[in-house]
């Protein structure tokens, strides 16, 4: 990976990470003191807490992926300690698809004329999960590669041993 790209998306990162957790802090901010600027038609309060949730499982994919991208860099990325990353991003996605039926599901009620905007809602839902069996599968990708480059470096060291 080039040091441009790398430089690149970590300042892509930085910046989404810096812009959720200002609307992050403005969101806990109006659920703290109250002052409510809707008119009350519609339940926001569960649904400010779900986009708070939402922006905190962003976020920590946002960390998981720069501790990636620094692995990356340095040449490790090929390790057992990639796992646990990979995992924090599968584990964020899938909460955020959580979380997007539970506001699929506080939106239904008021869709009962068009419920097709709940389907789709739903077909969302579907397809964030679709996006975390996409990086299951690269991380069983990264788990082949792992396998090969242990099983490399035992046949490199019984090799120097031979001579």
Known sequence: MGKLAVRAL?????VVLAGTVFVQALMVWVLVSGSDPEDGSLALTPLRVITI???MSGQVALVSVWRLVTMVRRGTV???AAFRYVDAVIGAIVAAALLWFAVTVLNAPGQRADPGVTVIMGGIGVAILGVALIVL???MLLAQAVARDVE???????????I
């Open 10 to 14: 970590r300042a892509v990162l930085v």
């Open 53 to 55: 949730l939402g922006m």
């Open 78 to 80: 090929f390790s057992h």
């Open 137 to 139: 599968v690269l991380r």
């Open 152 to 162: 490399a470096a035992q046949m490199q060291a019984e090799l120097d041993e031979v």
